[in-house]
Nanobody
Framework: QLQLVESGGGLVQPGESLRLSCAAS????????VAWFRQAPGKGREGVSY????????DYEDSVKGRFTISRDNARNTVILQMSSLKPEDTALYYC????????????????????WGQGTQVTVSS
């Protein structure tokens, strides 16, 4: 059974950076599509960043393009979300999700495509 654990959240000031990690156990993330979603208080779950299952193609929600980078650390069976130039509107609970395995390159932008979810890590951006 694939299990995901997020870490790296915290309280930062606007303009600062954070590095979120999604560590997988039980199954290797090879051939899994992985994504980061976030949910702010009173709002629905929003997709932030996606990485495809084979070629590691990436996609980003418009508001984070140029500021966030998603990548895999295969040696650690982990997916990273590097966040820079953080804004107060980035404040949310950030979730990692995985779906698959997909042996054809697959990138999914809707939550329903993901079968495995972590518990979330809180990111707060405030001065």
């Amino acid at each position: 059974q694939l299990q995901l654990v997020e870490s790296g959240g915290g309280l930062v000031q606007p303009g600062e950076s954070l590095r979120l990690s999604c560590a997988a156990s039980g199954v290797t993330l090879d051939y899994y599509s992985v994504a980061w979603f976030r949910q702010a208080p009173g709002k629905g779950r929003e997709g932030v960043s996606y990485i495809s299952s084979v070629r590691d193609l990436t996609d980003y929600e418009d508001s984070v393009k140029g500021r966030f980078t998603i990548s895999r650390d295969n040696a650690r069976n982990t997916v990273i979300l590097q966040m820079s130039s953080l804004k107060p509107e980035d404040t949310a609970l950030y979730y990692c999700a995985a779906g698959g395995p997909h042996h054809e390159d697959t990138i999914m932008v809707v939550p329903s495509g993901y079968d495995y979810w972590g518990q979330g890590t809180q990111v707060t951006v405030s001065s």
